[in-house]
């Protein structure tokens, strides 16, 4: 429903409530008075619709604002690929501060939007929650 709609059902409400002042016939004064609620009940039906819809929309609104949140945090990484043809996201350089050292995160994690800290072992870069494994550095075998 449109806002316009609702608005002139509710003034022609009130111009029929104009008119209806002036008529001194009962049939007629009571045919005015219908017409007027039906107008009316019908406005507040379209506000009740209008709403609904209101809320809806904030409600989009703010679950897209929290996913732009979620991905706009995942672009201080940049996908890196290690010597040995493993992959983690790593923090860019102009990231790097004391309170947020340099670090890399799980790119599986990543596609469910968890962020994952990886742990850099001798030979794997290794993510605890999923335990995916990218590796870095060749194993030495004895």
């Excluded at 009130?14 to 017409?35: C, E, G, I, P, W």
């Excluded at 672009?75 to 050292?101: A, I, S």
Aim: net charge negative; charged share 30%; aromatic share 4%.
């Amino acid at each position: 429903m449109e806002i316009g709609a609702t608005v002139a059902a509710i003034k022609g409400a009130l111009d029929l409530a104009r008119t209806a002042k002036d008529v001194n016939d009962q049939a007629q004064l009571s045919a005015a008075m219908s017409d007027i609620m039906g107008k009316l009940t019908s406005a507040q039906s379209d506000l009740l619709d209008l709403l609904t819809e209101h809320h809806r929309l904030i409600d989009e609104n703010r679950e897209l604002k929290g996913k732009l949140s979620k991905e706009e945090r995942f672009e201080h990484y940049r996908l890196k690929e290690t010597e040995l043809g493993g992959f983690v996201l790593e923090l860019k350089d102009e990231h790097v501060t004391e309170d947020n050292p340099k670090h890399n995160i799980c790119p599986a994690c990543r596609e469910e939007g968890k962020k994952s800290v990886m742990t850099k072992g001798s030979v794997y870069y290794t993510c605890s929650t999923c335990d995916y494994k990218a590796e870095h550095a060749k194993r030495n075998w004895l």
